[in-house]
T-cell receptor
Framework: EADIYQTPRYLVIGTGKKITLECSQT?????MYWYQQDPGMELHLIHY???????EKGDLSSESTVSRIRTEHFPLTLESARPSHTSQYLC??????????????FGSGTQLSVL | AQKITQTQPGMFVQEKEAVTLDCTYD???????LFWYKQPSSGEMIFLIY??????QNATEGRYSLNFQKARKSANLVISASQLGDSAMYFC?????????????????FGTGTLLAVQP
């Protein structure tokens, strides 16, 4: 079973606030990811990391930023939340073995609503 | 560009019957991987099954099987003996094998999903 945790599960916040979505995994995985998912839509990769001090932008442009100071922790920050940021944010991780069938383990997600 | 297409926004199936969820993909890379994930209403994504582009046989995992037709670029998920707990969104995904910094990024490209409702 996956050991990847996201907090908070739900967040309702006002426009202009700074927020940080937490993601932690206890599996020692090198690779971590953030996906954004609108209701009834596919997941879009917004950030990923190969390891400590490594972060890359994903396929979907996002105003959020990420950091990877520790292997197990990959927080996502929005400096000034806007209603357009309302979405579900899913964190994932995977081992860095490069195996073809290497799968992603996902957290339960954070549903963000910006009023 | 790589793309995943799921043409069924929603499906109904009677409990204990089998159901097929469609997935087609587009890639020019000869080496790729295909995944199916389940997303219940609780929101987490649960890995179901994997098919590699060079695998000779269709993948199976318990009640899940993947009908892989390489020439047609399709990777349909078959769920046998549906259960009420199978009601969820199902996403087909393809692994991007773009090499970077010593290995594949393992980025997954997702389809739009199919909402499956199992009726008693």
């Amino acid at each position: 079973e996956a050991d990847i945790y996201q907090t908070p599960r739900y967040l309702v916040i006002g426009t202009g606030k700074k927020i940080t979505l937490e993601c932690s995994q206890t599996m020692g995985h090198d690779k971590m990811y953030w996906y954004q998912q609108d209701p009834g839509m596919e997941l879009h990769l917004i950030h990923y990391s190969y390891g400590v001090n490594s972060t890359e932008k994903g396929d979907l442009s996002s105003e959020s930023t990420v950091s990877r100071i520790r292997t197990e922790h990959f927080p996502l920050t929005l400096e000034s939340a806007r209603p357009s940021h309302t979405s579900q944010y899913l964190c994932a991780s995977s081992e860095s073995r490069g195996a073809p069938n290497e799968k992603l383990f996902f957290g339960s997600g954070t549903q963000l609503s910006v009023l | 560009a790589q793309k995943i297409t799921q043409t069924q926004p929603g499906m109904f199936v009677q409990e204990k019957e089998a159901v097929t969820l469609d997935c087609t993909y587009d890639t020019s890379d000869p080496s790729y991987g295909l995944f199916w994930y389940k997303q219940p209403s609780s929101g987490e994504m649960i890995f179901l099954i994997y098919q590699g582009s060079y695998d000779q046989q269709n993948a199976t995992e318990g009640r899940y099987s993947l009908n892989f037709q390489k020439a047609r670029k399709s990777a349909n998920l078959v769920i046998s003996a549906s259960q009420l707990g199978d009601s969820a969104m199902y996403f087909c995904a393809m692994r991007d094998f773009e090499g970077s910094e010593g290995g594949a990024t393992n980025k997954l490209i997702f389809g739009t999903g199919t909402l499956l409702a199992v009726q008693p």
